[in-house]
């Protein structure tokens, strides 16, 4: 049984789950607490990240950062594996870069796959044959997403007017 309905916003929406759009997929990326999953529908193989900011009142830091990790085993809330972080320049989230506390080897395949992903999402580009998944909650408060609008972008109504 397929369990896909359309929003009507152009997300495809399977139970709790939607399908981002690339064009707005950096937005709920950088909001905070972004969980998402990167499929290829071509071999099946699917990479579940998240992504956290890290706090604004560290006055050692002069600018923003996102930490990513990858999902490494079966228990979705506490199975991630830091990867590397996403450090702002010029006022936008850079290049994603791996630090001595990456848990994950470069050459491993989720971390090429995210690589990928962000590389063409930070230029503009689509990230077909690729699909991104949100899981169904804001991503930047964790909250259970309802509004069709809010289902398409990942961000609830009162989040999406302050995310990055």
Known sequence: MNTQAHT???ARQAGLRAQL???GALRFLLAGHAIFTVENPRTGGRF???I???PDNDERRS???WFVSVLVG???VANY???GMLPEVGGEAGRFTMTRGSKIVGDAPSVIAFRWVWDRLRDGRSVEPAVLWHEGRCGCCGRRLTVPESIASGL???CAGRAA
């Open 63 to 65: 600018r923003r950062l």
């Open 52 to 54: 956290m900011r890290a």
């Open 81 to 83: 594996a830091y990867a």
């Open 48 to 50: 579940t990240y998240r």
């Open 156 to 158: 609830g109504p009162v």
């Open 74 to 76: 079966p228990d979705n």
């Open 21 to 23: 759009a690339s064009a």
């Open 8 to 10: 009507g916003n152009g």
